[in-house]
């Protein structure tokens, strides 16, 4: 325990090692509680709610693996069950496509900037996980007075639209489907006009390949619980100075918050808790 007395929080672009809760076993009373708390970065209602749930989810984030693996041993200790997996095994994105054609036996999936094609055997597919790209943009502009910023105007602009990920039983990387740049033309006759409508049918024809191929569908219930381990990533981008009147400046910039790599790592976590 003595490691984890100088614990610090791993910044985002490091690759950290995340304490993955699976189970609790039968020995597991709430007096262990006051113990497990200064272990994980999640407070005790929602603790006790990813218990009661059973949710598989990040309880910790660390910055070398021997800090994971003397939290998941002490965590073992207090009848939880864990896994440990780094930041690298769950951030890469999945390859992008832009259309799949359902065949009797296999699909015939297009990349999205190759246009290379690919079989797969419906029999292989294990996973469909279902999400939202967020993305905030906050544009300011502030004005340099006595050597100080001083914020003159500020604009938000919010959006979210859907993601999915689909992986195989041996692939981990997976396949990522933005809908606006997707083909729903492989849906044949049952393709409607707006991708709102063919979403809803891609995600059942996905789903019947095979009886083996679990739908995900909880991200939206639990993405914010997630920030406790996964926050949304932040970038700011300076556009520039600009003269202003009578010798002033203004500084132009623009904050971008998205939760992409959140939701990569929760989608190929999946992967990992079913297949790896």
């Given at each position: 325990?003595?490691?984890?007395?100088n614990r610090?929080k791993?910044?985002?672009?490091?690759?950290?090692?995340?304490?993955?809760?699976?189970?609790?076993n039968?020995?597991?009373?709430d007096t262990?509680?006051?113990e497990?708390?200064?272990?994980?970065?999640?407070?005790e209602?929602?603790?006790r709610?990813?218990f009661?749930?059973?949710?598989?989810?990040?309880?910790?984030?660390?910055?070398?693996?021997?800090?994971a693996?003397?939290?998941?041993?002490?965590?073992?200790?207090?009848?939880?069950?864990?896994?440990?997996?780094?930041?690298?095994?769950?951030?890469r994105?999945?390859?992008?496509?832009?259309?799949i054609?359902f065949?009797d036996?296999?699909?015939?999936?297009?990349?999205?900037?190759?246009?290379?094609?690919?079989?797969?055997?419906?029999?292989?597919?294990?996973?469909?996980?279902?999400?939202?790209?967020?993305?905030?943009?906050?544009?300011s502009?502030?004005?340099?007075?006595?050597?100080?910023?001083?914020?003159?105007?500020?604009?938000?602009?919010d959006n979210?639209?859907?993601?999915?990920?689909?992986?195989?039983?041996?692939?981990?990387?997976?396949?990522?489907i933005?809908?606006?740049?997707?083909?729903?033309?492989?849906?044949?006759?049952?393709?409607?006009?707006?991708?709102?409508?063919?979403?809803p049918?891609?995600?059942?024809k996905?789903?019947?390949?095979?009886?083996?191929?679990?739908?995900?569908?909880n991200?939206?219930?639990?993405?914010?619980?997630?920030?406790?381990?996964w926050?949304?990533?932040?970038?700011?981008?300076?556009?520039?100075?600009?003269?202003?009147?009578?010798?002033?400046?203004?500084?132009?910039?623009?904050?971008?918050?998205?939760?992409?790599?959140?939701?990569?790592?929760?989608?190929?976590?999946?992967?990992?808790?079913?297949?790896?």
């Amino acid at each position: 325990m003595n490691v984890l007395k100088n614990r610090r929080k791993p910044d985002a672009w490091e690759n950290g090692y995340n304490v993955i809760f699976l189970s609790i076993n039968q020995t597991f009373t709430d007096t262990k509680l006051p113990e497990i708390l200064p272990l994980v970065e999640i407070d005790e209602e929602n603790l006790r709610k990813i218990f009661q749930e059973h949710n598989q989810l990040p309880l910790t984030r660390t910055a070398t693996f021997e800090e994971a693996k003397i939290v998941a041993e002490r965590l073992d200790f207090l009848s939880i069950r864990t896994r440990i997996i780094d930041d690298y095994s769950l951030s890469r994105e999945p390859s992008r496509i832009r259309r799949i054609d359902f065949l009797d036996e296999e699909l015939i999936i297009t990349h999205f900037n190759s246009g290379k094609t690919e079989r797969v055997s419906k029999k292989e597919l294990s996973l469909v996980v279902c999400g939202f790209l967020y993305e905030r943009r906050i544009h300011s502009i502030e004005e340099r007075k006595k050597r100080q910023n001083k914020l003159k105007e500020a604009s938000e602009f919010d959006n979210d639209r859907p993601l999915i990920d689909i992986y195989t039983k041996s692939n981990s990387i997976g396949y990522r489907i933005f809908p606006n740049g997707f083909d729903f033309s492989g849906l044949g006759i049952e393709k409607k006009r707006l991708a709102t409508e063919n979403l809803p049918m891609l995600l059942e024809k996905l789903s019947s390949c095979s009886s083996e191929v679990n739908l995900i569908d909880n991200y939206m219930r639990i993405y914010k619980l997630l920030r406790n381990i996964w926050d949304f990533e932040q970038s700011k981008n300076s556009i520039g100075w600009r003269r202003k009147g009578f010798g002033g400046f203004e500084l132009e910039s623009e904050l971008l918050i998205n939760n992409l790599n959140q939701f990569t790592k929760y989608s190929r976590l999946q992967w990992f808790l079913k297949n790896g």
